[in-house]
């Protein structure tokens, strides 16, 4: 079993930054992967960012290529995504999840956090 979850959202200006976290607790595996993503009001779930437990490898969303940045924490168990220069469609509820082997675009992962609000104004 694998916990997530996700903390650090509020209301930003447009172009400004956020830094989401995630706590990940329980058994954790090398094979593990751990995705960020987010559902603006009136849209589906959408896939914003992922990384590798262990080596690291990152996947990103066009959209978000070259303003937001996945990185984790081994000591703190903690996944990060930092997003800079944000814009107002950057709106949604961010969700953190863990899927047990390899990395996904889908809505394959095992594990989801309740989620944590984001909001850019204009």
């Known amino acids: 079993q694998v916990h997530v979850v996700e903390s650090g959202g509020g209301l930003v200006q447009a172009g400004g930054s956020l830094r989401l976290s995630c706590a990940v607790s329980?058994?954790?595996?090398?094979?593990?992967?751990i995705g960020w993503f987010r559902q603006g009001p009136g849209k589906e779930r959408e896939f914003v960012a992922s990384?590798?437990?262990?080596?690291?490898?990152?996947d990103y969303t066009d959209s978000v290529k070259g303003r937001f940045t996945v990185s984790r924490d081994y000591a703190k168990n903690t996944v990060y995504l930092q997003m800079n220069s944000l814009k107002p469609e950057d709106t949604a509820v961010y969700y953190c999840?863990?899927?047990?082997?390899?990395?996904?675009?889908?809505?394959?992962?095992?594990?989801w956090g309740q989620g944590t609000q984001v909001t850019v104004s204009s």
């Open positions: 990384i590798s437990w262990t080596l690291s490898i990152t």
């Open positions: 329980g058994r954790t595996f090398s094979s593990h992967a």
């Open positions: 999840a863990a899927k047990m082997m390899g990395l996904s675009r889908g809505m394959d992962y095992d594990y």
